[in-house]
């Protein structure tokens, strides 16, 4: 049904620009990625926006690493497989919380500013963290402070070339062998980037779901035309929904970030009461599912469509202080962070599958990497840890760097390009903005925070009646967008109906108990081969 290409097109009869290492998307793994290649290699960003445009840079609570005298990489280990409920990998988490202290200080390094107290880092605590690990920048903005430095260091450097407002339709591939990719320029025009290396680092897929803490431009671009190329898509059924995002007539799904309960905020239903004690021992700092569908619950108990998010218990030049962007942000509509209870409902935040790769970031096709939201190293397993996401992509982008410098540029001669007519002639009649509303709304409906059987399967029936859009002429954007949301949508729900327990951020009413005998393993999908399950080896 998802055919390999998008669009028809002669390859061969398309111009080629020729660079060492293709990045496709910004962010903080895209920007690191780049920066650390440039050394050695001439390399190309592509954007569909700008560098500026990425989830990266909403980030609020910060990135997660080893710093303090009195934490140690074990305390973190045993945080994030606590959180990963089973799935993660050993050898991915054993590589994260060894090589992120590193990672920070490059980020240093390239002129990030991060928050300091004393002469000393100023840590922070989050949900499931059992130390203070998470560095933040101007309070609550760490991830505009990361974005800044890094888009100065990238645009100043002569070695990395910038194009924005571009639109990778498709990688391109000869056999196993990720060879560049297919590039919409704003113009319409098309042509072919070819390099030793292409790196996916093209976020996640927050516009599934029509509640959202993502940015527009997060379609899971990269997710879906990795698939199509052949690559091995892991753990899509894992979509973390952040507990607390802003819930107030005319204001967007602000995300209100987990440090604020970090700090002390707490949570209370519509009567005024705290209510998560009766869900986990560790209250508001569990893990993000627990409370996610806890708030749910109280939600539907009180008949409400949020809960509260208080801090007014705290010093109010304290909230201030830490919390600048948020204070700011609800100010605007009326609210008053150190003084009013916040109303906040969950969001869908943070894409936990994605392109599998192994320790260097390198998937199933040769030259192609996946680095950031987009992809899936085995850090996260089931569910998140707050604030290792930055952290991941620090760490896996300066090991995709040192992979891609072993490798040998491809001769022309190597390559062959071409492709096959689909014969495509039908033209989308309905816009792609409501096609768009109507995946989101089945999403939501049928693939959210709680599922079923009954519920996935109807809503993969659907989702299969907005397939025309593959048999379709398309050239704009917007339907290049919604043709990848619509293949993660698919790939999210058949991995939903495949996992037959409840474990971390998914969770399943008709079978509601976790299941380590039977499903203590990953889903697998792939275009060709179909769906797989990928048996974990745990020390």
Known sequence: MIPRYLVDERLEELPVVYKDVIVIGAGIAGLFTAIKASDDNDVLMITKKSLLDSNTRYAQGGIAAVISEDDSPDYHRQDTLIAGAGLCSDEAVDVLVHEGTKGVEDLVKMGTKFDVENGEFALTKEGAHSQRRILHANGDATGFEIVRAL?????????????????????????????????????????????????????????????????????????????????????????????????????????????????????????????????????????????????VSEMEATKSTFVFLDVTHESADMVRHRFPNIYEFCLNYGLDLTSDWIPVAPAAHYMMGGVKTDLNGETNLSRLFACGECSSTG????????????????????????????????????????????????????????????????????????????????????????????????????????????????????????????RGAHSREDFPERDDKAWRKHVVLHRERGLTEETIEHV
């Open 151 to 295: 888009s100065e260091k990238a645009v100043a450097n002569p070695r990395i070339e910038v194009w924005d407002d571009h639109f990778v339709i498709d990688l391109v591939t000869d056999e196993n062998v990720c060879v560049g990719a297919l590039v919409q320029k704003p113009d319409g025009q098309r042509l072919i980037v070819r390099g030793k290396a292409t790196v996916l680092c093209s976020g996640g897929t927050g516009q599934l779901y029509r509640y959202t803490t993502n940015p527009e431009v997060a379609t899971g671009d990269g997710i879906a035309m990795a698939y199509r190329a052949g690559a091995d898509i892991r753990d899509m059924e894992f979509v973390q929904f952040h507990p607390t995002s802003l819930c107030y007539p005319g204001a967007p799904r602000f995300l209100i970030s987990e440090a604020v309960r970090g700090e002390g905020a707490v949570l209370r239903n519509i009567r005024g009461e705290r209510f998560m004690e009766k869900y986990h021992e560790q209250l508001e700092l569990a893990p993000r599912d627990v409370v996610a569908r806890a708030i």
């Open 379 to 502: 850090v996260h397993g089931a569910n998140r840890l707050a604030s290792n996401s930055l952290s991941e992509a620090i760490v896996f982008g300066r090991r995709i760097v040192e992979r891609i410098n072993t490798l040998a540029p491809l001769e022309d001669e190597d390559v062959r390009l071409g492709m096959n007519s689909l014969g495509r002639h039908e033209t989308p009649i309905q816009p792609a903005v409501e096609k768009r509303l109507k995946l989101q709304k089945i999403m939501v409906r049928y693939a959210g925070l709680r599922r079923n059987a009954r519920g996935l399967h109807k809503g993969a029936e659907e989702l299969n009646r907005l397939s025309s859009i593959f048999r379709s002429v398309i050239t704009k954007r917007e339907e290049y967008e919604f043709a990848n949301l619509l293949t993660c949508a698919m790939l999210t729900t058949k991995a939903a109906i495949t996992r037959e327990e409840s």
